[in-house]
C-alpha cells in the first residue's frame, strides 16, 4: 500500500559542531514537521548535516512521526538519508523495524521526500510504500 502526505515544518536553525579549513562543516538541528494527507501526524526530527562550501549538502535523521496512516494510530519512527543541492531536496524513508505503536505496531515500509523549495516556508511531497506485520 502507498501514502502520500505533505510535509511542513517550523523554521529552525541547525547550528555548527565541527568546522575543518576546505572540508565541509558539519551542523546539528531539531526541526518539527507536519504531515497532511494520507499521512497525518506530527513528528520531530534530529538532523545532521554536512554542508559543502558550494552550498550542497548531505544529511541524515532519525524522526519520530505520531498520529495516523489511513485509520490507523499511534507512532514510529522515520530514518532519512538525503541530499540538497541547486535548489531542492531529495531523502529516502525507511521505516525502523519495530519501531510501530498503538495501531502502527508492526508498520514496514520505505519511501521517499521531494522538495523543490526547501527553505523555511518551504514543503515537500511524502511517498511512503508500507505494510503491517
Known sequence: MQSTS???????????????EGAPLLLHGEVANHYRGNIE????????????????????????????????????????????????????????DGSGTGGLTGLRGTGTYFCDNPGPDGHASIALDHSFE
Do not use: H, N
Open 6 to 20: 505533505t510535509m511542513t515544518w517550523d523554521p529552525w536553525q541547525p547550528a555548527p559542531y565541527e568546522q575543518t
Open 41 to 96: 501526524g506530527e513528528g520531530v526530527q534530529q538532523v545532521l548535516i554536512a554542508l559543502s562550501p558550494d552550498g550542497a549538502s548531505v544529511f541524515t535523521a532519525l524522526e519520530r512521526v505520531t498520529g495516523r496512516i489511513g485509520d490507523r494510530s499511534g507512532s514510529f519512527v522515520l530514518q532519512v538519508t538525503g541530499t540538497t543541492g541547486g535548489g531542492t531536496a531529495k531523502a529516502t524513508l525507511e521505516v525502523l
